[in-house]
Nanobody, 126 residues
């Protein structure tokens, strides 16, 4: 059974950092690109970043570029999202999702066909 479990969300002050984890089980993680997206209350889902199945390519949307870093450890079946310089606008539920890899490039395009986790809450507030 394909399962993704996010963790690491927390309450953090503006300017702070968090590292989210996405633990995968039930499938070969190295066959999939992984992306992170978020959803804040009353807002649309927002794709943030992705990492190719090999880890050789990453992509970031402009609003997180330079602040967030995605990485993966296929041996541990885990993907990470390091988030720095957090602002209140980053407050949301963060999700990871897996999409089959085609080639070695990726985009954080959200699809309801992709397996995803239950999300982890990130709150940025003083």
């Amino acid at each position: 059974q394909v399962q993704l479990v996010e963790s690491g969300g927390d309450l953090v002050q503006p300017g702070g950092s968090l590292r989210l984890s996405c633990a995968a089980s039930g499938f070969r993680l190295d066959y999939y690109d992984i992306y992170w997206f978020r959803q804040a209350p009353g807002k649309e889902r927002e794709g943030l970043s992705c990492i190719s199945s090999s880890g050789g390519n990453t992509y970031y949307v402009d609003i997180v570029k330079g602040r967030f870093t995605i990485s993966r450890d296929n041996a541990k079946s885990t993907v990470y999202l390091q988030m720095n310089s957090l602002t209140p606008e980053d407050t949301a539920v963060y999700y990871c999702a897996a999409t089959p890899a085609y080639g070695d490039a990726c985009l954080p395009l959200i699809s309801d066909d992709d397996s995803r986790g239950q999300g982890t809450q990130v709150t940025v507030s003083s």
